[in-house]
Structure formats: structure tokens, C-alpha cells
């Protein structure tokens, strides 16, 4: 998938011819308005609106994007610059739309629902207060006959409450003595259960354990044959509580009867309820006996049941038993006779609590009495307090009432207005949210007046649709949050509406955007916006800018890409088309090779410093395009309160306080009225029953009132500000005014890059260093003065020469543009002349042209208010019109009549320009000195004495380069005056292959050291420019340390690549010769120190000749402008060859007594200046100018005091004087040297003076943008046409059979083989011609790749040109396409003449191929009948007069014509060259008679040496005879003056000219 956008399709078509030839093309072209129609049908359907208005809504899109086409291409060729619209913007329109619709419905709905249920909540609180005031009236009887009842009863209750008391003192005694009884019996019970709590718990562990015990337990036991010891002795113990008897048995260790419990416990233990019978064991009447026998058994240590339970378990539960027995039986013996005595006192407690009953019986009665008498109070009570309250609720209801409505109350008209406001806004969002979306998805790009355009004809067809918006829309007021804007202003976003339409784009917009910001206001506006949530910076050049990127997307962080060109990395595309995804219940994003989760809270901004980029529509489809450049309101706003920060400090502090206080405070305003609205919709009910509603409500409105009084206080001090402010305009203005005719220099060349910080800067310092004074209005004057030619003088110094005037002319017309002093019409006038299609009445003025007279004709027309009846005028003073005219300075002179009271300085401009355009140039400069002052018209020289104070170490000096020019040797020579030695600590590096590293190492070096680098030739670094941007913008940051010495030099030509970042932080230089003589003799001096001046041991002859030598530096450096009549090339002299001719003058001087002419002149002009000619003539010309008798520098009548250089006698060697004496006088010359102190002819200036004043022309009009000629056939079919013509006209090859038959090889006809060898080359020229033009009809049609040739070929025929391919096989022509093809078949016709007539008697000398044949063929013809050796035979030349027969071929040589004169002209009645007419630069030169001869034989008369050229250009590449290759030869031409004079008139013959 290739993009046809700009060249890259085609060249790569062109190298891959397979993309043809193995492919299928299928070319996707605009949608049709019908396809656009149902797209945009089809996502409309789901829009909240009414069905009847999806078709206009659908058709209304159509129309936008229609519309929008049409002015891209608008934009194209009125700005020249690129926008794309394609069928992604127009999905984006649609998109965006459905979105912005659903929300702000919602929005809008939601508070205009607010407001209503706000506004239904006053008027039901309003008609609710008059039914309160009736109840509580009716409330008041009711409340006081409660209060009487009450009173009544509290009387019975208290009587009957005595006689109850007495009741309850006698019973309060029963009780009383029941009470001591229940202590009593409780003493006794509390002692019997503290006794038995200590047996019980014993008693429960033992019934546990027996609990534990299991028939295998006791089986265990009853097995042992041997049981241990321990298990006897619980056995034993077990044995006698159950009261058995033991056995007797003998003892087999003493033979004695003993008694053994362990046949009785074997028996006991099988009886079968064994374990029954011990839980059931009688505790309580345990025999005396018993417990005695088991008492030792208890105390025994080895009846201890954990030393038990090692032997058996049983045994342990069986032991544990016993114990708890004993103990048992131990507590009950002690608590039995307590337990008698409890039971006695239990008995006497129930009598006394018997009587105690019967007492309470009676109390009963009583007490029930007094309680149903209470109840009743209470009820009683109850029904006041009801009352009560409902008298309280009502009152305190009519309390809240009367607050909510007077703190409110005010608010109901507003209130009801916004919600009636917000319904009409509600209806009108389906347009204006439609135009809104238009606004975001197409118009970014556009400046304002293309957006204004544009929103007012998408108004007007939305009413033709019947689609409601707002006729005044604008993208602000629909979309715009007012507090937020206001935010945005304080964070750095320029106050104007422009500004503000692209913050809210950037808010709405659902693409990222791309900051078109030459001027640094959107990264501004975005650092600060989006510093709090820690912004990061990022470019493409950076190393690890995507590790960045990667963070930020995951973490949510804003990123700001800087400083992008024209085209971004295609690993940024899934971020720009947000192609999130879900992975792992996560948003993800692929960036590179890594997948990284998505967060919502990233943003991403994009910016560029290009002014003009132009971005392919790949790129336009995926960010949204904003237009950021500053505004001119913008601008003068930032700079007024630069002026009154500097001039009252006080006022603009104050305003800042006051911008941040008005903005906190409206902030606040919305949310407390927001939160109002939100408290009155949540709230249900009647609102006067939530008491806390109310207070917030109200202090709500109170803290509401005290801010809203705040605000309206600080904004009367606003006002009072702003008039004392704006005071103080007219300086910002004027800032602004120059800073855009500043900025628009980047239209005339690359390197004219200044950057509005940089502008800043020097505006505030004409702001500190202009003259104070306590008028304001001179204060002003003063400031605005001492600001334009600050700012002309800093921004001369890096412009080059031919530029220079253009700037001061733009400053001057700019700032009356401004005041409305030129009118816009006007200025269009001046600028585009005459359409085309004007059609001028009969001419009335015989003198003029009839090109004049239309333009005449059309400027009384377009100014018919100042120029009315001024052909009239013409027509009846006629002569002194046509004085006027052909005045050599028409500006300066007055115009005929009363015109010149009449008209303005620049309608007298225009006039100039109507008349004489030539001369618009000097008038131009006669005007700006005018109206701004002469030190506007001529820039003063610079000296890097006076550039260095501005000078810092972390700013880099750029030399802008011309042809010729090397600042190398001046910068060597400061920097050793300077202390700096070169070599030392000046380092000098040229760039080019490999030197990147070398110059990084060196500038790091110097930053350290405080060294200075040099990078020369940076234009020839292409690769490198990335690397110096990094390096500079590092350097700039305030963390790179860098010694305060350092400084950083660098060189180039004007390229587009070097950075533009470099160049807008930078100071730059131009190094080329001032404009004019008076402007270059005194550039030579300014860098004569005093010093120099008087260092000779012979002042007068060295200053005189030393003022000489600058006269001949500055003629002959000036004569370039002239082009060819100055200089056959144009010859790059420069101050080194001055300063080498100033040092071998004063050595000379020096050396010998005598001054020796002979050795000045030949080093100065053979070998200081000419050893840069390499045209023989022009060397002719260097050292006439140098020794002419008449005004030559160099000549000895020098030393007379009455010597001049020019016949005008204003240009002269001044009398010896000090060094300031030569400073003054050269304030006396002209600004604009006139042609004759070159010994030029006026008629000289009428061709430089065009060209100036078309490149003056064409230089504004890059600055303004060109006018739409709209319509016209597509290229194609011109170059269709013009291909057809041109194959139609150019006749076939000639036939060489024929013509060699014709006119075979003679001897004695050497024409025979001119004309054949003429043929060959014509042959070969057609065969191109031919073979090209089929060739690349065929290519057009597509039948045939487009070769690189071949579309070489049609770029040519398109531009009017001569093509490479035939211009390399064509004789030279500098003609346009046209006047080339109309010569070319001239040159046939001569050629097929001679063929079919023979030889003509007069030779066309044009028609020649190769001239230089044609001429040795003659030679030949004359050698060879005269037997003469042929380099004996040469010309001589005989001009015949018009009336001469040239229809008889000569016997020798040959009649020649055709050929012209450039410099001057033939005067047929003497015979002789003359002065040129006025105005006329080329005639005819006359018939000459080519006539062969020997040397010896040549006539001797009165004549000029004439070259002759082959075309205007004359020069050429040298060849092997030591002359140019468009020299032809020299003829000898009569003339009566003296050769020097045509020499210096740059006199020559022509063979074929330009048009």
C-alpha cells in the first residue's frame, strides 16, 4: 500500500518498474459525496435526535468535508501549505460527533435540570410560607387551653402523691427489716457454698476420670497375676471404702499370716457393676470408720495419682476416686450443721417476707393511682408539646423559609433565564456540536481567518439544511469551559481566541495532538499545564526516548515529544491509533517488542518547530493537527505586559494577583452554585424540614454573596488596571508588528530563523535601554523609536544584502498597515498589479505602452477614492505626466498639478511602480526613508567588536555564508586582539566525512576550559546537523556546565538541513559586502582601526591612494549586481584581497621614494584582484577600471585635488584629514550609487533594477501568501498540449544523403562541409527532441514507465524551460521554451534554405550550430584560392550601412547579421557606436562585411575591440583557445571614443538573446 502524495511514489515506481509490471494497480481515490452520504447515514442512526433531521445531518457532513477539500487546496496555494483531507478525517467527523452529541446532551440536560428543580423548590418554598402563617394562627388557642388542663392535673396528682408517701415510709421499714433477714441467710448460704466448692470440684474430676474408665480398663487390672505396687495400694484403698475385708494369707518372706486386699479386689473388680457402684457410692454417709483407714492412704506420697497413672490408668482413675471420697467426706462434716442453720433462717426470711408482701399490696394501690393520674398528664403534657412543636416547626419553617428565599430568591431570575438559555442551547446542540466536531476533525491545521471563513459558511449552510445552532458559534463558547480557559491563560496560553480554540480542541480532541509551534507557546503552555503530574520530555533523537514512553503509558504519566520533523518513528503508530487491548483483565499496548498495560490517566503531546511542515496524510489521519503559531493579538498581549511589568511593576503585579485571584475565585463561584443545584435535586421531601440543607444552603450562598462581591471588586480593579494598562498598547503593538515581519523572513531563506524567546529578549531590552521620560506619550515615542531600529540593526546583522532593504520596507509598511495609514487595498495592489483579466478603456496618453496604460488604468480604478481623474489629468497635462515619469528619481519629484497633496507616500510608491518599475527598488528606499528615518535604508556595518558584548557561552555565533565569503581570517584576527591565540584557544575544525567526533571532542573541550571552537562548513555535515542540535540544546541547559569564556563559532551556507533549533537560539552573522558603494567603502573602513590610518611615514599620498583603493574595492565588487555588462563572471572578491592590496600599498610606500604606479598597479590589479579573473576580457575590464585616465583609482592625476572618479564629480578622494573627516564624507554620497561611477550607461541600471525589484516583489510576496488563481487544466494536460504542439512543429531529421550529394566535399567550398557538418548536429538535437517528446507522450498515457529522464523533460515544459536532455545535445540559449522552439525552427528553415537555394548570399550568424566553423570555413575559402597559409589569413571587419546590397554574395568572405548590441547602439548616419536610447538595452547591430586578410593588410581606423558572445550569459567554460566557450570572437566596431569608455560600458555584440 503506497501513498501518491508527493514524490516518493513516483520515484519508487520508477526504480522498481516491477511494482508495475508484477503488480496490480488499484487506485483508491476519493470517495464519492454519495459514499460519503451513506456512511455518514448509516452512524447517525443511533444520534438522540429527530429522524427528519438525519438526512441534513448526513448531507451537512458531506458538505463539511467537501468544503474543507476545497480549502486545503485554498490553503495550499494561498500559504503554501500542505493539509490532507481523507475519508479517516471524515470517520473522525462523524465519530466525534456521536460522541461530543451524546455528551454534551447529557451535560446540558443535567444542569439545565438543576436549575429547574431548583427554581420548583423556591416557588414551592414560596407558596408554602402564607399556609404556614394560617396554621400557626390557628395553633395558638389550642396550645393555651393544653396548658390550663395540665395545670389542673399536676394539682390532683400532687395531693394524692402525700398520702401515697405515707404508705411508702411504712413499707420502706418492712422492707428494711427483710432486707437485714436476706443478708443474714445469704451469709450463711455464701459460707456453705465456699466449703462445699472446695470438695466439689474434686468430687466432678473423680466421677470424670471414673467416666474415662472402660471395661478393658478394669479387665487389665483384674489380670494381673503380679500387679504392681501402686495398683495394690488404690486396690487396697478402693477395697476399704466399699467396706470388704481383706484375706489372709501367708506371707512367703516371713511365713506369717497377712492380710492382702488383692484376692478381695480380683473379686470386686469382676463384679460386673463395679464402676456403678462406685459412682453411686454414698458420699454423705461415709462410716467414721472408714475414712480413719482411709486417711493414711491419702497422706501416703505414693498415693498420688499422677505417680499412679505410670502404673495403670485405671488404677490413676481408681486413685483419683478414693481421694475425692475422703475429701468429700472432710467438707461435709464441716458444712452440714451450717446447712441446718441456713434452713432456720430460711424459714424466719419467708415470714418476713410474707408481711413485707402484703405491705407492698397496699403500696401497689396506691403507687397504681398516682400512675393512671400521670398518665394522663403525660398525655396532656405530650398534647402541649405536640403543640409546641408544631408552633416551633411552623415558626422555624417560616425562619427557612424567608432565608432560602432571600438568598436565593435573587438567584430565581438567573436561574430561570439559564434554564431557558440552556433549552435553546440544548436545541442548538445538533449543529453546534456538529460544527464543533467539524472544527476538531478538519480546521486544527488552518490559521484563524481560514477558520473563521470556514465556520461562517458551515453556519450558513446549516441554516439552509434547517439544522439549529447558534448563528454566532463559535468552537469557545459551545465547547469552552470558561474557568478552565482562564487556568490555562495563567499556565501560559495565549489570551486569544485562537489560543483558546486550540486548548479546547486539544480537550475534546480524540486524537493526540501534533503542535505545529515555531514559537515554543504550545511546549510552554503543556510544561506548565501538566508539570503537576510530572510531564516528560522526550525526542526522537534520545537513546531510551521509548523506555521513557513505555513507563509512562504504564503509569499513567504525560509525555511531551519534542522537536519532531516530518515524519515520526513507526514504532509510535500503535500509540497514536490507541491500539489498546485486554490481556490478563488488563488494557495493554504494544510499543516495539514490548506489551505494556495501558493506563487511563497517560496523555501524549506532540510538537514540532518547523513553520511549515509538511505532513504526509498517513500522519494527518493519526494526531490531530493544531495550528499553534502565535497570533498578533496573542503576541501583543504577552508584550504589554512585558511593558508595563518594566514601566509599572506595580500595576502588573497587581494584575497578576488579581488574574489568579478572579480565576480562584470563579472556580469557586461554579462549584459552590454547582453544589447549590445538586443539594436542591438531591434533596426529597419538603426542603424546609432538613434544617441542615438549609444552613449549608445558606452559607453556601453566603460564602457565594462575599466572593461573588470579592470578584466583582477585583475586576472593577481589573478595568481600572487594563485603562491604565492599555496606556501603554501602542508599544506592544508595535513589538508585535515587527516581530511577525520578523518571523516571516523563514519564508525568504532557511537560515532566517529567530525564535520569539529570542524576540523577547531584545524587546526588553529596548524596553530597559530606550530613553525614560515622565511624559508617556514621548516615553512611548521613545521606546517605539528606539525598539524598530534595535530590532532592525540586531536582525540586519544576519541578513543578507539583497534582503536587508526587503526587511526595513516590510517594518515600515507593516506598522502603517497597522494604523490603517496603508489601506488593505492598497497594499493588495501594489503587490499583485493588474489582473489579467481586466479589460482597460481606450487609451487617452499616446506615451505610454499599452502594458502601462492597463496598469494605469487599473490602479485609478481600484483607488478611486484617492486617484479619480487621474488618467483625465494625463491626458491634459501630458508632457509634464510624461516629465514626471522619465525622471530619474520619479519618487523624489513632485507629481504634476496638486497629485502630490493628493496622494500618500505609498499611493506615490505605487504610481512608481505603474510608471517606472525599475525603479521601485530606489524608491522603495526613498520611501522607508521617509516615513521610518535614512538610518532604515542602510544598515550600519558590524564588527565583531560590536557583536561580542552580546555574545554568551552557551550561545552559538553563526556565520551565514555567501559565494566567496570566509570569516576565518577576521575571526582569527579577533580572537588574537582578543587574547584567544589561534591554535591555542581558538580551535578551528571544517566539517565533513568523519569530523562529527573531532568537533564533539573540541566543543567539550572548550566548555571545560573556556577555549572557543570553530566548526566551519557546517552544510557540508548533513549527517551530523542531529548531533550540533543535541549538542546545542544541551549546552543551553542550565545543568550543563560550561565555562563563562567558552563560545561556539560556526559556518554554512544556507542549507535547509542545518537545525532550526540551532539557529533560533543563536546569533547570526551574514559576512558578504554591504549593498551600494557608499555602504562598502565604509564597511572597508570600519575595520581600519585609527591606528592603521596614520601609521604611514607619507600620509597624504597613502590616505589618498588607501581612499582609491577602497573606491576600486567597492566599484568593482558592485558592478556584480549588473550581471553580465558588469562581469562576464561574477567574481567572488572579498575583504582579503583589500587588506592584501592595503598592506603591499603601504610597503611600497614605505620602501621607495617615488610612488611606483607601475608595481601598485600590477599587484593590485594582475595579482591581488586578478588573480580570481579567468575571463580574458573581463581582465580587460578589471585593469581599465583600475588606470582609466578618466576617474581610474590607480591613475597619477590621483594626487590632484580636483581628480574624480566619476564624471559627476561625487565621488572623490577627500583632502588629507583625519580618520572621522573620511567618515563624514561618505554620509554625503548617495545611498544609490548611479551607473556612470561604474562608466556603466544609465540604461544599466534599468536591468539590474528589474531584477531587484522583482526579487524585492517576490521576496514580500512570500511573506503574504499568494493570491488563489483557482480553475486552469490539471498539468497533465498542459504538458499534453505542449508536447503535441512542439511534435507538431519540429520538422524531421534532415536528409544527409541529399545533402552530401548535394553538396559534396570541395577544396575550394569549405561551406560545403559547414553546412553538412551543421546538419549532423542539428540531426542529433532533433533525434532527441523527437525521440523525448514521442517517448514521454507515450510515458503521460501510461503506456510506458516515466523515466527520471523523461519526467526531468515535463517538469521543464511545464516550467517554460529548455530540458537537460536537449539543452545537452543544443547549441546554448538561455531563451524560454517557447522563444527556444520558435529560434530552433528559424535556425531549420536557414538550414533547409541552403539546402534547396544553395548558399545564401547573407549568413544568418545566429543560425549556426558551431559558429567557429563557419568562421574557419571562410578562412579556408580565402587561403585556398589565394594559397595563402591559413594562420596567416584573419578578419577584418567592415560595418555596412542599411542601405549596402547584400543580395550579391561578396567575392571574399562573407555578409553577417543577426548578430546585437548590448551597452550602446549603431548609429547608421555616422557609422559609428553611440550612447544607447534611453530605456532601450538591446539594438540591432549593423550588417558586417567578414572579410579575410592577412595581418599585415588590416585596416587601421578609430574602433572598439567588440566581443562577441553567443548568448547574454557570456560566460562559459574556458577552452583551449583561452576564451570562454560563449565567446566567439573579437570585432572591430568604428568608434570615435576611446576604448576605455565602451570597455567600462560593458559593450558587447550578442548572437542570441534571453527572450
Known amino acids: 500500500c503506497f501513498s501518491p502524495v508527493g514524490d516518493a511514489f513516483r520515484e519508487r515506481l520508477r526504480k522498481f518498474p516491477s511494482l508495475i509490471t508484477c503488480t496490480t494497480i488499484d487506485w483508491f481515490s476519493a470517495w464519492p459525496e454519495d459514499a460519503l452520504k451513506n456512511v455518514a447515514e448509516e452512524f447517525l442512526q443511533e444520534i438522540d435526535v429527530a429522524e427528519k433531521m438525519k438526512p441534513s445531518l448526513a448531507q451537512m457532513c458531506v458538505n463539511m468535508h467537501s468544503s474543507v477539500r476545497d480549502l486545503s487546496a485554498r490553503f495550499l496555494s494561498e500559504a503554501r501549505r500542505h493539509f490532507y483531507v481523507t475519508p479517516t478525517s471524515y470517520l473522525e467527523l462523524i465519530s466525534s460527533y456521536k460522541d461530543l452529541l451524546k455528551r454534551k446532551q447529557v451535560e446540558v440536560s443535567t444542569v439545565r435540570k438543576r436549575y429547574e428543580i431548583g427554581l420548583e423548590k423556591l416557588i414551592a418554598t414560596e407558596e408554602s410560607v402564607e399556609g404556614m402563617q394560617k396554621e400557626l394562627i390557628l395553633l395558638q388557642p389550642q396550645l393555651i387551653a393544653a396548658g390550663l388542663e395540665t395545670e389542673a392535673s399536676m394539682v390532683v396528682i400532687a395531693a394524692e402523691t402525700v398520702e401515697a408517701d405515707k404508705v411508702k415510709a411504712v413499707v420502706a421499714k418492712e422492707e428494711a427489716i427483710a432486707s437485714a433477714e436476706a443478708s443474714k441467710v445469704k451469709a450463711v448460704k455464701d459460707e456453705c457454698d465456699g466449703d462445699l466448692a472446695e470438695a466439689m470440684p474434686l468430687l466432678e474430676a473423680a466421677v470424670t476420670a471414673l467416666d474415662t474408665l472402660t471395661k478393658n480398663d478394669i479387665t487389665e487390672v483384674k489380670g494381673m497375676k503380679s500387679p504392681p505396687a501402686p495398683v495394690k495400694l488404690v486396690m487396697e484403698a478402693v477395697c476399704i471404702c466399699k467396706g470388704l475385708k481383706a484375706a489372709r494369707i501367708k506371707d512367703p518372706a516371713s511365713g506369717k499370716m497377712v492380710e492382702d486386699y488383692w484376692e478381695t479386689s480380683k473379686k470386686l473388680l469382676n463384679e460386673s457393676d463395679f464402676l456403678d457402684q462406685l459412682r453411686a457410692y454414698d458420699k454423705d454417709n461415709i462410716p467414721p470408720a472408714i475414712i480413719q483407714k482411709i486417711r493414711p492412704y491419702v497422706a501416703n506420697p505414693d498415693f498420688d495419682p499422677e505417680k499412679i497413672k505410670k502404673a495403670s490408668t485405671a488404677a490413676f482413675g481408681l486413685c483419683s476416686w478414693v481421694r475425692a471420697m475422703e475429701a468429700y467426706d472432710r467438707v461435709a462434716k464441716v458444712v452440714g450443721p451450717k446447712k441446718i442453720a441456713l434452713a432456720g433462717a430460711e424459714s424466719q426470711l419467708g415470714e418476713v417476707m410474707a408481711k413485707l408482701a402484703l405491705k407492698q399490696g397496699e403500696l401497689k394501690v396506691v403507687v397504681d393511682k398516682i400512675n393512671a393520674l400521670n398518665d394522663d398528664l403525660k398525655t396532656k403534657q405530650e398534647n402541649k408539646a405536640k403543640l409546641e412543636a408544631d408552633v416551633e416547626l411552623c415558626t422555624v419553617k417560616l425562619d427557612r423559609a424567608q432565608k432560602l428565599i432571600s438568598g436565593l430568591g435573587g438567584e430565581k431570575v438567573r436561574w430561570t433565564a439559564s434554564a431557558k438559555q440552556l433549552g435553546l442551547e440544548y436545541e442548538a446542540l445538533t449543529g453546534d456540536v456538529l460544527l464543533s466536531s467539524g472544527c476538531i476533525a478538519y480546521l486544527g491545521a488552518f490559521t484563524a481567518s481560514y477558520r473563521e471563513q470556514t465556520t461562517a459558511t458551515w453556519v450558513e449552510l446549516c441554516g439552509a439544511q434547517g439544522i439549529p445552532c447558534d448563528p454566532k458559534y463559535s468552537l469557545v463558547k459551545c465547547l469552552g469551559d470558561q474557568v478552565k480557559i482562564r487556568q490555562w491563560n495563567i499556565q501560559g496560553l495565549p489570551k486569544d481566541t485562537f489560543s483558546s480554540e486550540n486548548g479546547t480542541m486539544v480537550d475534546y480532541g480524540r486524537r493526540w495532538p501534533l503542535f505545529i509551534d515555531p514559537q515554543g507557546q504550545a511546549n510552554k503552555w503543556i510544561r506548565q499545564m501538566e508539570g503537576e503530574r510530572g510531564l516528560l520530555t522526550i525526542k526522537l533523537s534520545d537513546g531510551d526516548y521509548m523506555r521513557t514512553l513505555e513507563n509512562a503509558v504504564q503509569f499513567g504519566k504525560p509525555v511531551l515529544l519534542e522537536n519532531i520533523q516530518e515524519s515520526l518513528d513507526a514504532s509510535l503508530e500503535p500509540l497514536l491509533l490507541k491500539q489498546t487491548f485486554k490481556q490478563g483483565g488488563a488494557m495493554c499496548i504494544r510499543l516495539g517488542d514490548s506489551t505494556v498495560e495501558y493506563s487511563d490517566q497517560f496523555s501524549f503531546y506532540i510538537t514540532t518547530k518547523l513553520r511549515n511542515p509538511h505532513y504526509a496524510p498517513e500522519l494527518c489521519t493519526k494526531v490531530s493537527l493544531l495550528n499553534f503559531m502565535i497570533t498578533l493579538d496573542g503576541l501583543e498581549d504577552q508584550l504589554l505586559g512585558d511593558v508595563v511589568r518594566k514601566e509599572r511593576p506595580d500595576l502588573e503585579e497587581a494584575k497578576d494577583r488579581l488574574v489568579v485571584s478572579i480565576s480562584n475565585d470563579k472556580k469557586q463561584l461554579k462549584d459552590l452554585e454547582d453544589k447549590i443545584l445538586k443539594l436542591l435535586k438531591e434533596s426529597e421531601g419538603n426542603i424546609l424540614d432538613d434544617e441542615v440543607l438549609i444552613n449549608t444552603l445558606n452559607n453556601s450562598k453566603l460564602t457565594s454573596g462575599m466572593i461573588s462581591g470579592r470578584v466583582k471588586e477585583a475586576e472593577e480593579t481589573e478595568r481600572n488596571i487594563n485603562i491604565t494598562r492599555e496606556t501603554y498598547r501602542p508599544a506592544a503593538t508595535r513589538g508585535s508588528i515587527l516581530y511577525f515581519v520578523i518571523a516571516d523572513l523563514a519564508l525568504i531563506g532557511p537560515m532566517y530563523q529567530y525564535s520569539l524567546t529570542y524576540f523577547m529578549k531584545l524587546f526588553n531590552l529596548c ?211 582578543k587574547g584567544w591565540t589561534p591554535g591555542e584557544r581558538l580551535h578551528i575544525c571544517s566539517l565533513g566525512q568523519g569530523q562529527g567526533p573531532v568537533a564533539e571532542a573540541l566543543v567539550a573541550a572548550g566548555q571545560k576550559s573556556g577555549d572557543w571552537t570553530c566548526l566551519l562548513n557546517c552544510h557540508l555535515a548533513k549527517s551530523w546537523m542531529l548531533s550540533l542540535e543535541k549538542l546545542v540544546e544541551t549546552m543551553g541547559q542550565p545543568s550543563t556546565p560550561v565555562h563563562d569564556d567558552f563560545r561556539l563559532w560556526l559556518s554554512s551556507m544556507p542549507a535547509e538541513i542545518f537545525p532550526v533549533l540551532v539557529l533560533q537560539n543563536g546569533i547570526k552573522l551574514t559576512n558578504e559586502p554591504p549593498k551600494g558603494v557608499r555602504a562598502n567603502m565604509k564597511r572597508t573602513f570600519n575595520d581600519i582601526t585609527e591606528e592603521q590610518w596614520d601609521s604611514c611615514s607619507k600620509p597624504q599620498p597613502y590616505k589618498k591612494l588607501l581612499f582609491a583603493l577602497a573606491t576600486f574595492h567597492a566599484v568593482i565588487q558592485e558592478r556584480r549586481k549588473f550581471g553580465p555588462l558588469g562581469w562576464n ?299 595563402l597559409p591559413i594562420d596567416t589569413v584573419v578578419f577584418d571587419f567592415e560595418a555596412l550601412k542599411a542601405s549596402h546590397d547584400v543580395t550579391v554574395k561578396p567575392e571574399d568572405g562573407a555578409y553577417c547579421n543577426g548578430m546585437f548590441l548590448e551597452g550602446c547602439q549603431w548609429n547608421d548616419e555616422k557609422m559609428l557606436l553611440v550612447e544607447s536610447d534611453p530605456k532601450v538595452l538591446y539594438t540591432d547591430m549593423p550588417v558586417f562585411w567578414f572579410k579575410p586578410t592577412t595581418a599585415d593588410k588590416r585596416d587601421s581606423f578609430p574602433h572598439y575591440m567588440c566581443p562577441i558572445y553567443r548568448t547574454a550569459e557570456r560566460r562559459g567554460v574556458l577552452a583551449t583557445t583561452g576564451h570562454s566557450s560563449n565567446f566567439v570572437i573579437n570585432l572591430t566596431v568604428p568608434s570615435d571614443k576611446p576604448q576605455n569608455h565602451w570597455i567600462k560600458r560593458g559593450v558587447a555584440g550578442l548572437l542570441s538573446l534571453s527572450y
Not at 499616446?846 to 483607488?863: P, T
Not at 600590477?1162 to 581582465?1179: A, L, M, P, S
Not at 517557447?1378 to 545566429?1406: C, N
Request: glycine share 6%; charged share 20%; net charge negative.
Open 767 to 977: 524596553i530597559d535601554n530606550s530613553e525614560k521620560s515622565e511624559d508617556l506619550t514621548q516615553r512611548l515615542t521613545n521606546l517605539m523609536t528606539y525598539t524598530t531600529l534595535f530590532i532592525y540593526v540586531n536582525v540586519c546583522r544576519g541578513l543578507f544584502e539583497e534582503h536587508k532593504l526587503m526587511f526595513s520596507f516590510l517594518l515600515c509598511t507593516s506598522i502603517f498597515r497597522a494604523n490603517e495609514t496603508i489601506e488593505p487595498r492598497e497594499w493588495n495592489v501594489f503587490l499583485r498589479g493588474t489582473p489579467l483579466s481586466f479589460d482597460p478603456p481606450a487609451k487617452t496618453v499616446d506615451w505610454l505602452s499599452d502594458a502601462v496604460w492597463k496598469n494605469v488604468a487599473y490602479l485609478e480604478q481600484d483607488l478611486n477614492a484617492t486617484l479619480g481623474g487621474l488618467t483625465a489629468d494625463m491626458a491634459a497635462s501630458s508632457a509634464l505626466f510624461r516629465a514626471w515619469a522619465e525622471a530619474e528619481s520619479p519618487f523624489e519629484a513632485a507629481l504634476p498639478g496638486d497629485w502630490d497633496s493628493k496622494v500618500s507616500s505609498f499611493v506615490k510608491l505605487s504610481l512608481v511602480k505603474v510608471f517606472k518599475e525599475e525603479k521601485v527598488v530606489a524608491s522603495a528606499q526613498q520611501y522607508v526613508g521617509v516615513e521610518l528615518g535614512k538610518a532604515f535604508t542602510e544598515a550600519p556595518p558590524w564588527t565583531l567588536d560590536d557583536v561580542f558584548p552580546d555574545t554568551k557561552s552557551r550561545v552559538p555565533i553563526i556565520f551565514i555564508l555567501s559565494t566567496g565569503a570566509d570569516p576565518t581570517a577576521m575571526l582569527q584576527r579577533f580572537a588574537t586582539k
Open 1129 to 1427: 563572471i561574477r567574481y567572488e572578491f572579498n575583504a582579503s584581497d583589500i587588506e592584501c592590496s592595503m598592506l603591499t600599498l603601504k610597503m611600497f610606500l614605505e620602501e621607495q621614494e617615488q610612488i611606483p604606479w607601475a608595481a601598485l598597479v600590477y599587484v593590485t590589479g594582475q595579482i591581488n584582484y586578478g588573480g580570481r579573473v579567468t575571463d580574458g576580457h573581463d581582465r580587460r575590464t578589471l585593469m581599465t577600471i583600475l588606470t582609466d585616465p578618466d576617474g581610474g583609482p590607480f591613475n597619477v592625476g590621483i594626487m590632484d585635488e580636483n581628480y574624480r572618479f566619476s564624471p559627476s564629480g561625487k565621488f572623490y578622494a577627500p583632502p588629507e584629514g583625519d580618520y572621522n573627516s573620511y567618515l563624514e564624507y561618505f554620509r554625503s554620497l548617495p545611498i544609490v550609487a548611479e551607473p556612470e561611477v561604474f562608466g556603466l550607461h544609465a540604461n544599466a541600471d534599468i536591468t539590474k533594477d528589474q531584477q531587484d525589484t522583482d526579487l524585492l516583489l517576490e521576496s514580500i510576496l512570500l511573506t503574504q501568501g499568494s493570491a488563489s488563481t483557482g480553475g486552469g487544466s490539471s498539468k497533465e494536460a498542459v504538458l499534453a498540449g505542449v508536447a503535441k504542439q512542439i511534435k507538431e512543429a519540429i520538422p524531421p531529421i534532415f536528409d544527409l544523403e541529399i545533402a552530401n550529394f548535394k553538396y559534396p566535399v570541395a577544396y575550394y567550398e569549405s561551406m560545403n562541409s559547414v553546412l553538412c557538418q551543421e546538419l549532423v548536429r542539428f540531426n542529433s538535437l532533433l533525434v532527441v527532441i523527437h525521440a523525448s517528446i514521442g517517448n514521454f507522450v507515450l510515458a503521460l498515457k501510461g503506456l510506458i514507465v516515466m523515466t527520471g529522464d523523461l519526467d526531468a523533460l515535463g517538469s521543464a515544459m511545464y516550467d517554460g524551460k529548455i530540458p537537460k536532455m536537449w539543452a545537452d545535445k543544443s547549441y546554448p540559449s538561455m531563451k524560454p521554451l517557447a522563444a527556444y522552439v520558435t529560434e530552433l525552427l528559424k535556425r531549420i528553415h536557414m538550414l533547409q534554405s541552403w539546402i534547396d537555394d544553395g548558399a545564401p548570399p547573407m549568413f544568418w550568424y545566429t543560425g549556426f550550430f558551431f559558429t567557429h566553423a563557419f568562421l574557419t570555413g571562410v578562412l579556408q575559402n580565402y587561403a585556398r584560392k589565394y594559397k
